[in-house]
C-alpha cells in the first residue's frame, strides 16, 4: 500500500519568499504529525492534527509557520517571509490512533528546504 | 517539560556483537513506547514498539521496558554494519516525545 507521501522532496527558496510544504497521509490515518529536523539533529515536534483540528500546535516556532489539514486528509504546512535558519529537513508523519497511548507513525520523506 | 533523554554517541560495536541503546523518559504517565531506526539522509523508520513492562524480542532486536525506572533500551543481537544508523526513542503518553537519538557504528 502507498505511504505517507511529501512534495516537494526539495526546496530551494529565497530568504523573504513564502514556501508551501504538503503532505499526503497514509489513507484511513487520522492523525499527522509535522517535524522539522536540522542537520544532524534530533526531531522537533511541530504541530499534530487530529482529524482537520490542530490540538497540539505548540511546536510552531513562530506566526510566520502555519498548518492546515483539510479533508482528514491532506495537509500543508506554510512557511511566511522565510529565514536561513528555517533551513532544515520538514517530515510528516501519520497514524492510525486506533487508542490514544499505541499510534505507530508512519514517516514521509520528508522535504528538504534550503533558504538562500 | 516532558523530555526523552539518549546518551548521543557515537556508539562503536564491533561486528558480531551485542548493541545496547538506552533511553530515559520523565513523564510517568507514557504508556507507550518506541524505538526508530534513521539512517542518513533519510526517514525514520519503526523498529519497535513496546507498551508492558518486561522484554519484547522481534528478530535479533529485543526492547526492553522498566517503568517504575523510566527506562526503555534496545539491544541488537548479532550486530551487522546495516545497523549503523542513528537510534530515535519516542516515548507517547498524552502527545509523543522524541529522543535526539543515539548514533551506532557497527565496525566490520
Known amino acids: 500500500g502507498a505511504g505517507v507521501s511529501q512534495s516537494p522532496s526539495n526546496k530551494v527558496t529565497e530568504k523573504g519568499k513564502d514556501v508551501e510544504l504538503r503532505c499526503d497521509p497514509i489513507s484511513g490515518h487520522t492523525a499527522l504529525y509535522w517535524y522539522r529536523q536540522s542537520l544532524g539533529q534530533g526531531l522537533e515536534f511541530l504541530i499534530y492534527f487530529q482529524g482537520n483540528s490542530a490540538p497540539d500546535k505548540s511546536g510552531l516556532p513562530s506566526d510566520r509557520f502555519s498548518a492546515e489539514r483539510t479533508g482528514g486528509s491532506v495537509s500543508t504546512l506554510t512557511i511566511q517571509r522565510t529565514q536561513q535558519e528555517d533551513s532544515a529537513v520538514y517530515l510528516c508523519a501519520s497514524s492510525l490512533r486506533v487508542r490514544q497511548y499505541q499510534e505507530t507513525q508512519y514517516f514521509g520523506p520528508g522535504t528538504r528546504l534550503l533558504v538562500l | 517539560q516532558k523530555e526523552v533523554e539518549q546518551n548521543s554517541g557515537p556508539l562503536s560495536v564491533p561486528e558480531g556483537a551485542i548493541a545496547s541503546l538506552n533511553c530515559t523518559y520523565s513523564d510517568r504517565g507514557s504508556q507507550s513506547f518506541f524505538w526508530y531506526r534513521q539512517y542518513s539522509g533519510k526517514s525514520p523508520e519503526l523498529i519497535m514498539s513496546?507498551?508492558?513492562?518486561g522484554d519484547k524480542e522481534d528478530g535479533r532486536f529485543t526492547a526492553q521496558l522498566n517503568k517504575a525506572s523510566q527506562y526503555v533500551s534496545l539491544l541488537i543481537r548479532d550486530s551487522q554494519p546495516s545497523d549503523s544508523a542513528t537510534y530515535l526513542c519516542a516515548v507517547s503518553g498524552d502527545k509523543i516525545i522524541f529522543g535526539k537519538g543515539t548514533r551506532l557504528h557497527i565496525l566490520p
Open positions: 513496546i507498551y508492558s513492562n
